[in-house]
């Protein structure tokens, strides 16, 4: 068990001064080769790019799978960069984790208490119950997917259901933005990926107030700008997550310092963004 | 790395003489006592449970959460599970995994590779790019979720979709059954839970030959003759998957003995509603 009761989410990322969320995504075969290999190269690398971006950063959102991976070994490393990432700013981990019942409370406990994270991402898919253990506690948060980033989220995300023709993650926004509401409320966030800007907009008027998580930008072609603009002037935070814009700016010595510099730019983006869209 | 190439899951399971998954969900405050406290207690538990019930049973089904909350112990315990556990019968690792790209490829391997899962459960909210890295698996199986056993399934699952009004789970189970038929084919399976008996033949209609993993029965109060008796006659295996009414069978020092009779009543019991279906 880690880290005591906290600030709500919600408030601790409305003071923050960055809307930057740097993804730690470590994939072995794609770190600094003068790291070296396995665990403690993946540690290293970790450990290098928090310290080198936390000062631009509002949040880290290390993602489970590739410390997965790495069997029980990875398993502990993640919780110690997910403490390490906690000591400069607000930690995310991307799980997506999404069960019944007694499951759904095993994992919330294990990734809320466990591995002492402020927030994760979860699954939608079974519904109000395996939402539930994550949004009981009044001092975390959890991102329910919406509106992912990839091209199969066109699959089922964008299917219109019901009578009034809406897409899916419509649906999905406005039954969580419900949920809400109930005690304790401010609980719940919401996942949109910075690939569909006009979408991010939509969500947000079904959502207000609630924070948004905005992966996709860079690599996978979002415009930030766009999304920036989108939420102009609308209620609620947001963050916008960056993965390998930052993280792999550079594979040589200096990857740690062109991350520092990628967080910067990103942040003056961002700001920019937002100062032109008042 | 663990386990090489393999037979076709759907080959080995329609191979076996019993239609019953053990599910193994360690919660340690509701283990036997005399098995004492911690990761060496679910250990104990685990493993003997998988002893008692083997005879009876065509796979196992440890439940990710469980361990993942006992922390990086816990994910060493899940790899020893899964080895024991395949040494005498198909492990499906219900980890419910979603994610895209590079990510599901690495919840792929820490599944398959890391801990040697024959078959795991996925998500389907992100759509067909998420679930590619786990059915390109010729000789592995992922079941994705269906139609879940808990009451919020019907918050999203049941919603009508596009125009012609059939509810979100029937989309997922048309579009797997499609992308199934696609190399290395067969890999895929579908969870469809035992409190929905009738549901369970609307999805076998429309995904023909796809392995089912049916949970609920038992504490969730599915009806087990009724889920055998819809499935009598239709094209593909299935599997009746039970936690509690095996491993809760007694909290007493005859905790194992008390699940190898719960697991042959239930072998029978599955076995005489389909002599009497056919």
């Known amino acids: 068990m880690v880290g005591g009761s906290r600030e709500p ?85 991307d799980a997506k984790r999404g069960d019944i019942g007694s499951t759904a409370a095993a994992y919330a406990r294990a990734i809320f208490d466990g591995l002492g994270a402020d927030a994760c991402t979860v699954n939608p898919y079974l519904g109000r119950d395996a939402l539930s253990p994550f949004l009981d506690r009044a001092d975390r948060l959890a991102f329910v997917l919406c509106r992912t980033s990839n091209p199969g989220a066109a699959d089922f995300q964008d299917l219109p259901v019901g009578g009034g023709g809406a897409p899916l993650y419509i649906q999905v926004a406005k039954a969580v933005a419900m949920w809400d509401r109930e005690p304790p409320a401010g609980t719940a966030g919401l996942v949109v990926g910075a690939t569909w800007p006009q979408e991010l907009g939509r969500v947000r008027e079904e959502a207000p107030g609630l924070p948004l998580l905005i992966p996709g930008v860079g690599a996978q072609g979002g415009d930030l700008e766009a999304c920036v603009r989108e939420l102009a002037g609308t209620a609620g935070s947001y963050l916008i997550s960056v993965s390998r814009g930052v993280a792999a700016a550079s594979r040589g010595r200096d990857f740690a310092e062109a991350a520092s510099r990628a967080a910067a730019e990103l942040h003056q983006r961002i700001a920019a963004a937002e100062q032109t869209s008042e």
Chains 1, 2 share one sequence.
């Open 9 to 93: 989410f919600r408030d601790r990322l409305a003071a923050s001064t960055s809307r930057l969320c740097v993804g730690i995504d470590p994939e072995p075969a794609s770190l600094p080769p003068h790291l070296g290999v396995g665990v403690g190269a993946v540690r290293r690398f970790c450990l290098e790019l928090i310290e080198a971006t936390a000062d631009q950063a509002a949040a880290f959102k290390p993602n489970s799978a590739f410390f997965e991976q790495l069997g029980h070994e990875g398993w502990e490393l993640l919780r110690e960069v997910v403490q390490a990432a906690g000591r400069r700013a607000l930690v995310v981990v």
